[in-house]
Nanobody, 130 residues
């Protein structure tokens, strides 16, 4: 059974940084996509970043609101996907969830939409104060 477990959330002041990590178990990282989403209270879940799992070249994707501030990376050997978040803003406050699209296909890029992912973690809270 596939499990995703997020860690690294916390509280920071605006301008600060956090690094989130997602540990994947029960899944062989040879294809498909990994993504990070976030959901603030009273708002819809939105895609933040995604990265193909295949090892033969890849194009990460980012939401416009985080481009230049967030970086997604993966370590297939460790089974982890990280999200480095710099220059955090109060509007980045949300529950951050890790997501997986299970597939044997080596995608070059992954669309950051909810329906493109089929497995989800429980989330880790990020709070940014002004």
């Amino acid at each position: 059974q596939v499990h995703l477990v997020e860690s690294g959330g916390g509280s920071v002041q605006a301008g600060g940084s956090l690094k989130l990590s997602c540990q994947i178990t029960g899944y062989t990282l040879s294809g498909g996509c990994m993504g990070w989403f976030r959901q603030a209270p009273g708002k819809e879940r939105e895609g933040v970043a995604s990265i193909p799992i295949s090892i033969n070249g890849f194009d990460p994707s980012y939401a416009d609101s985080v481009k230049g501030r967030f970086t997604i990376s993966r370590d297939n050997a460790k089974g982890t996907v990280d999200l480095q978040m710099n220059n955090l803003k109060p509007e980045d406050t949300a529950m951050y969830l890790c997501a997986l699209r299970q597939s044997r296909l080596p995608y070059r890029s992954c669309v950051i939409t909810i329906d493109n992912f089929d497995t989800w973690g429980q989330g880790t809270q990020v709070t940014v104060s002004s």
